[in-house]
């Protein structure tokens, strides 16, 4: 079975940084674009980032320079390192592979900003 497991969100002041991980598992890693969306109440699920199985990296232009997305191909793990964080980062965080042919998410974590 596809298991997409996260760790890392919580509750942070802003300025503050967490790290999210998600460690795949049932998929074949290295076929597999991975990536970060969130969703804030009232509004849609939107990308944070992404990382292709060559490693090229896109953003938001809402957290460019703030946060960095990377994968270890070794332990089938993508990361969101997010710094500089603002309140209006709140919001639920995905984790996704994509491997063109197929699709599968997270279960969500709750990243709160506080001011």
């Known amino acids: 079975q596809v298991q997409l497991v996260e760790s890392g969100g919580g509750l942070v002041q802003a300025g503050g940084s967490l790290r999210l991980s998600c460690a795949a598992s049932g998929i074949i890693f290295n076929a597999n674009t991975m990536g970060w969306y969130r969703q804030a109440p009232g509004k849609q699920r939107e990308l944070v980032a992404t990382?292709?199985?060559?490693?090229?990296?896109n953003y938001a232009d809402s957290v460019k320079g703030r946060f960095t997305i990377s994968r270890d191909n070794a332990k089938n793990t993508v990361y969101l390192q997010m710094n500089s964080l603002k309140p209006e980062d709140t919001a639920v965080y995905y984790c996704?592979?994509?491997?063109?042919?197929?699709?599968?998410w997270g279960q969500g974590t709750q990243v709160t900003v506080s001011s």
């Open positions: 990382i292709t199985t060559g490693g090229r990296t």
């Open positions: 996704n592979a994509d491997s063109f042919l197929r699709t599968h």
